[in-house]
């Protein structure tokens, strides 16, 4: 069974603080996206790292693949409590119609 | 509007009855997906269509039955609801880096 393991499950932060979200996995993905979910909406994606070793940034979020293209993670700079959602990873191998998903972090930013 | 769409966004029917979740693409993708999400258990996937006329088992499709006639549209059906499957449904179509695009979801509730 492929597993995508996220960690932390939960995590409850002030405001300003940064945090860093890890994705990790035994099996190799062609690419691997992050997405997050607010409360009563489907799953939105952040984004989509496809490149060994790749790093993007996506405003205060920096997101990057590592080199074997086994796990990934997400680190918030200045947690605002906007960012407040769970996050989701999920990978995607060429050989298969399907993403697996890891199990998601729950984040709260306390103003 | 452009966009992937979910109908009805609330449901609460009676155990055995049937109930359609309705879902609409407007991306022409080939590939949707239909997911159940349930706390503890995280996103999972119930069946998923590679194209029109083209539909296959995901993990937990026991109770459900899938149809798609047109790319644009793929609903799920519960034939005779249970308790069990009380939970929030979500659509997802994917991308062409098999980023998938999901739904704002069905809450159901099965008394």
């Known amino acids: 069974t492929q597993l995508l393991e996220q960690s932390p499950q939960f995590l409850s932060i002030q405001e300003g603080e940064n945090l860093t979200v890890y994705c990790n996995s035994s099996?190799?993905?062609?690419?691997l996206q992050w997405y997050r979910q607010e409360p009563g909406e489907g799953p939105v994606l952040l984004v989509t790292v496809v490149t060994g070793g790749e790093v993007k940034k996506l405003k205060r979020l920096t997101f990057q693949f590592g080199d074997a293209r086994k796990d990934s993670s997400l680190h918030i700079t200045a947690a605002q409590p906007g960012d407040t959602g769970l996050y989701l990873c999920?990978?995607?191998?060429?050989?298969?119609?399907?993403?697996?998903f890891g199990s998601g972090t729950r984040l709260l930013v306390r103003p | 509007d452009a966009g992937i769409t979910q109908s009805p966004r609330y449901k609460i029917t009676e155990t055995g009855r049937q109930v359609t979740l309705m879902c609409h693409q407007t991306?022409?993708?080939?590939?949707m997906f239909w997911y159940r999400q349930d706390l503890g258990h995280g996103l999972r996937l119930i069946y998923y269509?590679?194209?029109?006329?083209?539909?296959d088992k995901g993990e937990v499709p026991d109770g459900y039955v899938v149809s798609r006639s047109k790319t644009e549209n793929f609903p799920l059906t519960l034939e005779s609801a249970t308790r069990s499957q009380t939970s929030v449904y979500f659509c997802?179509?994917?991308?062409?880096?098999?980023?998938?695009?999901f739904g704002p979801g069905t809450r159901l509730t099965v008394t």
């Open positions: 099996s190799v993905f062609s690419s």
């Open positions: 991306w022409s993708h080939s590939y």
């Open positions: 999920a990978g995607a191998q060429n050989s298969s119609y399907k993403l697996i």
């Open positions: 269509s590679a194209a029109a006329d083209i539909t």
């Open positions: 997802a179509s994917r991308g062409m880096n098999y980023e998938q695009y």
